[in-house]
């Protein structure tokens, strides 16, 4: 079983820049594709950001260039580093985790089956 639990959210303008974390714990969390989702109000929960077991990363092409998915191993932690936030990207972020291990990401976010309470971002224009 994994527990996650986010951080690091808040509110900055236009252009600005914000870090969330996720720290994670349980076991075998490095062997599972790690996801970041978000969810606006009105609208439905969708995938920003993936990072697999072995490092391999994928974007949203909403968020492409701007936002950079990292885990530190060490610190049982994973990242999302957003840059030049627009106010499109105010929403509830989450992170979540793959419920088996060692294949590539899925983009369904049913087959995640560990969700952190989710941090909220909002960016003002």
């Known amino acids: 079983q994994l527990k996650l639990v986010e951080s690091g959210g808040g509110s900055v303008q236009a252009g600005g820049s914000l870090r969330v974390s996720c720290a994670v714990s349980g076991d075998l969390w490095r062997s599972r594709c790690m996801d970041w989702f978000r969810q606006a109000p009105g609208k439905e929960r969708e995938g920003v950001a993936s990072i697999d077991s072995s490092g391999i990363t994928w974007y949203a092409d909403s968020v492409k260039g701007r936002f950079t998915i990292s885990k530190d191993n060490a610190k049982n932690t994973l990242y999302l580093e957003m840059n030049s936030l627009r106010p499109e990207d105010t929403a509830m972020y989450f992170c979540?985790?793959?419920?088996?291990?060692?294949?590539?990401?899925?983009?369904?976010?049913?087959?995640?089956?560990?969700w952190g309470q989710g941090t909220q971002v909002t960016v003002s224009s």
């Open positions: 979540a985790a793959d419920r088996t291990w060692f294949r590539i990401c899925p983009r369904d976010e049913r087959d995640f089956d560990y």
